[in-house]
Nanobody, 119 residues
Framework: QVQVVESGGGLVQPGGSLRLSCAAS????????MSWYRQAPGKERELVAR???????NYADSVKGRFTISRDNTKKIVYLQMNSLKPEDTAMYHC?????????????WGQGTQVTVSS
């Protein structure tokens, strides 16, 4: 059974930090590109950060220098360290796992964890 479970969200003041975690099971984690997306009310979902199976990363311009994505293949967890948080970072954050195996595509989503940045 595939599971992708996010945690670590919450309410934080501007300038603060949070670390999100995404625990995965039921599929080949080490093969997967793992990503964090976010969606704010009334806005489209956007890619925040991605780390591929080799450990290469990319980030949305809006979070570069503030957020860091990392993965632990032994624990099957991907992290998103968020520093210098801004009110515009407020959104539901979702974890995504994606890999292909021959002709099959595997694309899994978690339920999300809410991040609210407010004073």
């Amino acid at each position: 059974q595939v599971q992708v479970v996010e945690s670590g969200g919450g309410l934080v003041q501007p300038g603060g930090s949070l670390r999100l975690s995404c625990a995965a099971s039921g599929f080949t984690f080490s093969w997967s590109a793992m990503s964090w997306y976010r969606q704010a009310p009334g806005k489209e979902r956007e890619l925040v950060a991605r780390i591929d199976s080799a450990g290469s990363t990319n980030y949305a311009d809006s979070v570069k220098g503030r957020f860091t994505i990392s993965r632990d293949n032994t624990k099957k967890i991907v992290y998103l360290q968020m520093n210098s948080l801004k009110p515009e970072d407020t959104a539901m954050y979702h974890c995504n796992a994606y890999y292909t195996y021959y002709a099959s595509v595997h694309n899994y989503w978690g339920q999300g964890t809410q991040v609210t940045v407010s004073s």
